[in-house]
């Protein structure tokens, strides 16, 4: 009876630490539980799914938690490429407004000469 002693093994040792879970399902297989027929290897069951299910509630509230300051910092992150578009077109548009001052300079040195000649 190598199924009977399994749960019993289960049972003994403490539920995972918070966090341990990571999206993966319980260590107890519902083929398992349905083959226990011991009212205590029942009860050791259901104490450590109930500490598994513990440990996945406060996994989960901690992200729940988490989700407004990562909302928040991709609210930041959206605004801060918006910031380096307008900033790139900026650039851009001095760039522009440089070069032509710089057209208008020659220009005026060309008619200066026409002038003096």
């Not at 260590?27 to 226990?36: D, F, K």
């Amino acid at each position: 009876m190598a199924e009977v002693e399994s749960p019993l093994k289960l049972s003994g040792a403490p539920p995972p630490p918070e966090g341990v879970g990571g999206g993966h399902c319980s260590e107890i297989s519902t083929e398992l539980i349905r083959s226990l027929t011991e009212l205590q290897e029942l009860e050791a069951v259901y104490e450590r799914l109930c500490g598994e299910e513990k440990a996945v509630e406060k996994e989960l509230d901690a992200l729940l938690e988490q989700q407004n300051t990562i909302e928040s910092k991709m609210v930041t992150l959206h605004r801060m490429g918006l910031a380096e578009n307008v900033s790139s077109k900026v650039r851009q548009l001095d760039l522009a407004k440089n070069r032509l001052y710089q057209a208008i300079q020659r220009a005026d040195d060309i008619l200066d000469l026409k002038f003096c000649m």
